[in-house]
C-alpha cells in the first residue's frame, strides 16, 4: 500500500473504489483506469501497483504491418472468433504516429462498434503523446489493467513496422505480422526489421490475386533466416507459420486464432515465457526510473538554463563532466 493510502482514509478509499471495482469486472473504472494511464496521472501509478498481483493471465498478441494491410479487419474477426471460444477479448490500437486519434484509427473504431456492443470485449484506442517510451510504458499500463481485469487475451494493434512498434511489440508474448499480396514494400519492411521479432505472418486478403506469391516469399525470407537455421535442436522449436486469410469472406480465420494459441503454448512449455517475464520485469523497472530522472531533471532546470550551460560548454568555458555531475547532485543522484 502507498504511504498516502495509509495517511488519509479518503484516498485509500477512492483507491479500493477504483481498484475493486475494475477487478470485479466493471466496464467503467478499467475505461477510468485507461484515461488515468494515457493522461499520466500520478494517481495511476498507486492503483497499477495494486493491480500488478491481479494481472499476469492473459495472452498478449501484437498485430503489426503496414498501413492499410489488413490489419484492424483481421482483428474484428479474430476477436469474433474469440468470442466464439467463450474468450473475454481486449483490443487497444495504438497510432505511434499521430499526436491525435487519427483517422484510421476512428474508421477502427467505427468497424468495431459491433463488437464494442459485447460486454466481453474491450477496446481502447490510444495516442502517443509524448516519446516512444511513453507510449510503450503506456501501452503495457494499459494491457496490465486490461490483464487484472480478466480480458484474455489482448490484442494490440500496431501500424507500420519501425521502432515505436517494435517497442510497443515487447509488451506482446506472441508477434503476428500481416502482409496484404502485392505489396513489396511490406516484404522489405519486413526483412529490415519485423522479422526477428515475428512469430506468426498472415497474408490477409487472399480473395486477391498474388496471394500465394506473397506467402513464398515470406516463406523464403524465413528459411534465409540465419538464426533460425542456427536453432538448438535439442530444445523445443517454434516453426513460423505463415497463415492465409480472407477476413471479408471470413476465410482462414479459426487457424490463426490456432496459431496464436499455439505459440502460447510453445512459450510455456519451453519456459520462454518465464525468462521472458523476468527480463521484462527488470526493463521495467529500469524504464521507470530512467523515467522518474528525467522528470526530476526537467522540474528542476529551466530552458534558458540548459541555454546558458549549452553555450558555455560549447564555448569550452565549461566541460559536460561537471555540468552533468552538478545537475546530478541537485537531483539528489549521490555519487
Ligand atoms: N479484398 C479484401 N480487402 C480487405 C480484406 N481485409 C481488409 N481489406 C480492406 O483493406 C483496407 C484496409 O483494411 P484495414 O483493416 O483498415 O487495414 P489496417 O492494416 O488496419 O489499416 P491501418 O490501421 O490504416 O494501417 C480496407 O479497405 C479493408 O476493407 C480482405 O480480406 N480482402
Ligand atoms: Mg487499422
Given at each position: 500500500m502507498c504511504r498516502l493510502t495509509a495517511w488519509l482514509p479518503r484516498c485509500r478509499c477512492i483507491l479500493q473504489n477504483i481498484v475493486e471495482r475494475l477487478l470485479s469486472g466493471d466496464r467503467r473504472a478499467l475505461a477510468r483506469m485507461v484515461t488515468l494511464i494515457e493522461n499520466e496521472i500520478p494517481a495511476a501509478r498507486r492503483y497499477l501497483a495494486e493491480l500488478h498481483q491481479h494481472a499476469g493471465h492473459a495472452h498478449i498478441v501484437g498485430v503489426t504491418g503496414a498501413p492499410g494491410a489488413g490489419k484492424s479487419t483481421l482483428l474484428t474477426h479474430l476477436v469474433r472468433?474469440?468470442?466464439r471460444r467463450d474468450r473475454k477479448v481486449g483490443v487497444v490500437a495504438v497510432d505511434p504516429t499521430s499526436p491525435f486519434t487519427g483517422g484510421a484509427i476512428l474508421g477502427d473504431r467505427i468497424r468495431m462498434m459491433e463488437l464494442s456492443g459485447d460486454s466481453n470485449v474491450f477496446i481502447r484506442s490510444m495516442a502517443s503523446r509524448g516519446n516512444l517510451g511513453g507510449l510503450s510504458a503506456a501501452t503495457r499500463d494499459v494491457v496490465r489493467a486490461m490483464d487484472a481485469a480478466g480480458y484474455n487475451p489482448i490484442m494490440i494493434e500496431t501500424v507500420g513496422t519501425g521502432q515505436a512498434e517494435v517497442e510497443v511489440m515487447r509488451t506482446a508474448h506472441t508477434v503476428m505480422v500481416v502482409a496484404a499480396p502485392g505489396m513489396g514494400d511490406d516484404i522489405q519492411a519486413i526483412k529490415a526489421g519485423i522479422l526477428e521479432i515475428a512469430d506468426v505472418f498472415v497474408v490477409s486478403k487472399a480473395d486477391k490475386p498474388g496471394a500465394d506469391q506473397t506467402v513464398a516469399e515470406l516463406a523464403m525470407l524465413l528459411s534465409l533466416d540465419p538464426m533460425r537455421r542456427m536453432h538448438d535442436k535439442t530444445r523445443p522449436y517454434w516453426r513460423i507459420p505463415v497463415l492465409k486469410t480472407a477476413a471479408i469472406k471470413g476465410q482462414g480465420i479459426p487457424q490463426v486464432v490456432d496459431?496464436?494459441?499455439?505459440?502460447?503454448?510453445?512459450?510455456?512449455?519451453?519456459?520462454?515465457l518465464a525468462s521472458r517475464a523476468q527480463r521484462q520485469v527488470r526493463s521495467e523497472v529500469e524504464a521507470l526510473v530512467l523515467h522518474a530522472v528525467a522528470n526530476a531533471l526537467k522540474a528542476k532546470t529551466t530552458e534558458d538554463e540548459?541555454?546558458?550551460?549549452?553555450?558555455?560548454?560549447?564555448r569550452r568555458e565549461r566541460d559536460p563532466y561537471s555540468v552533468a555531475g552538478e545537475l546530478e547532485e541537485r537531483i539528489g543522484l549521490t555519487h
Open positions: 472468433e474469440l468470442r496459431a496464436m494459441q499455439q505459440h502460447y503454448d510453445y512459450l510455456v512449455e519451453s519456459g520462454m540548459w541555454q546558458q550551460l549549452v553555450d558555455d560548454i560549447t
